[in-house]
């Protein structure tokens, strides 16, 4: 590199150092000088709502969080300025040794690789295990895959409690083009209790000797889709001639 370029690097370096600097003190260290008692205004934090409290805890965290990030970039900066006034080191690839481009260190003053080498470059694939012991939705407990499962499971232990309502909207409903809040929950057009729809609506007495049909949803959907026509007996406002 020529003068002009180090004196260019030096001086976004230590532009870089007073603006990390400022921001951990004018900050007060992103807030990790103030107590709960004294960011909640309570003298006590014992009646606190428990969701308050990890609101508290949640955000002391991020403090954490953040105040290492400036703290650690900030001995990055003043590393690189060390090797940057010493002449050794500086735009030098750590793991390489090959000469860093300038137009890189423009970008990344503090630097210490090329960007061949630089350490975590990509995003690690890893996840918890635990989403490995929960996949598929509703983990161990869903037996829908099961070829010989056609019990009670994890699944329908589920939409029982979506039936009683939820915080979703339509838009996020599964099915799009659903009409109703009452079918919200997941799959909730799947059959329960019987496997044709036809099961649901056509029903006899206890000794199977008078006939008669419940008119639900699926009785209107099968008479309209003229499934079973005339096997079935009709409305009444349709025996009436009514409109």
Known sequence: MNSEQTAALRQLLLSEKTALQNRIEQSGHFGLHDSLRESSGDLSALDNHPADSATETYERGKDVALNEQAEHALLDVEAALSRLEQGEGYGICETCG???????????PATRFCVHHVPDAHVSERRPVEESFLAPPFGRTSLDERQDQNGFDGEDAWQIVESWGSSNTPAMAEDPDIDSYNNMQIEADEHDGYVEPFESFVA?????????????????DYMHGAEGEP????NPSEEDGAV
């Open 231 to 234: 096997l079935l007996e009709p």
């Open 98 to 108: 090959t000469e860093i481009p300038f137009e890189r260190l423009l970008v990344v």
């Open 204 to 220: 006899t007495d206890l000794y199977g000797r008078e006939f008669y049909i419940v008119r639900n949803r699926a009785y209107d």
